[in-house]
Each structure stands twice: as structure tokens, then as C-alpha cells.
């Protein structure tokens, strides 16, 4: 069974940092690109960032830039996603995505996680 799960988020001063996790099972990792979307309260989903499989080329939104960090650890079957220099309009719920590449950068993967709470507040 197919599984995502999220963790690492919380509450945070603006200006801090997190790091969010996401562990997979039941399924290949190594083969997928993996993707961390958010959604704002009254906001759409929108996409944060995205690792491809194989060589791990990464792509990340305009608004993360040179904030946030995708990685993945294939051996681990994890994947995370660094986040500094946090700001209140980051706060939102950050999901997890598996699946073929297009389809993440697409926003439409195979897999989703449930998603973790990050507040970005003073």
C-alpha cells in the first residue's frame, strides 16, 4: 500500500527554520520525482518544489527561492525539504507528491501525503 507521511512542521518565529520530512512506502522511490506542494487557508494548492529521479535535478517556485531545499534520500526512502528564512506567508499545509516527473511539476502526481501544518508567526 502506497503511503506518504509528512512531518516536521510547526510553529515558528519568522526568520527561523524547518525542516520537513516525508517517508514513503509501498512503492519504488528511486524511480519517482518527488514534489512538496502547500495550500494557504483560502488559497489554491500550489507547487514549492520538485526533484526529479535519477540525477535529482531540482525545481523550486520563484516565491522559495534560495529559501527552501529539496532533497531526497533513496536509501532511507525520504525525502526532505529545508526551510529557511521562513516568513508569515509561508504558513500553510505542506504536502508530499510521488510520481512521474511531469505530472509533479504539473501538480498532478500519483501519490499525496496528508499533509503537515507549518505557522509562520511572531
Known amino acids: 500500500q502506497v503511503h506518504l507521511e509528512e512531518s516536521g512542521g510547526g510553529l515558528v518565529q519568522p526568520g527561523g527554520s524547518l525542516r520537513l520530512s516525508c517517508a514513503a512506502s509501498?512503492?519504488?522511490?528511486?524511480?519517482?520525482?518527488i514534489g512538496w506542494f502547500r495550500q494557504a487557508p483560502g488559497k489554491e494548492r500550489e507547487g514549492v518544489a520538485c526533484?526529479?529521479?535519477?540525477?535529482?535535478?531540482?525545481y523550486y517556485a520563484d516565491f522559495v527561492k534560495d529559501r527552501f531545499t529539496i532533497s531526497r534520500d533513496n536509501a532511507k526512502k525520504m525525502v526532505y525539504l529545508q526551510m529557511n528564512d521562513l516568513k508569515p506567508d509561508d504558513t500553510a499545509v505542506y504536502y508530499c507528491?510521488?510520481?512521474?516527473?511531469?505530472?509533479?511539476?504539473?501538480?498532478?502526481?500519483?501519490?499525496w501525503g496528508q499533509g503537515t501544518q507549518v505557522t509562520v508567526s511572531s
Open positions: 507528491s510521488a510520481g512521474y516527473y511531469d505530472g509533479v511539476r504539473a501538480g498532478t502526481p500519483d501519490y
Open positions: 526533484i526529479s529521479a535519477g540525477y535529482g535535478d531540482t
Open positions: 509501498g512503492f519504488n522511490l528511486d524511480y519517482n520525482a
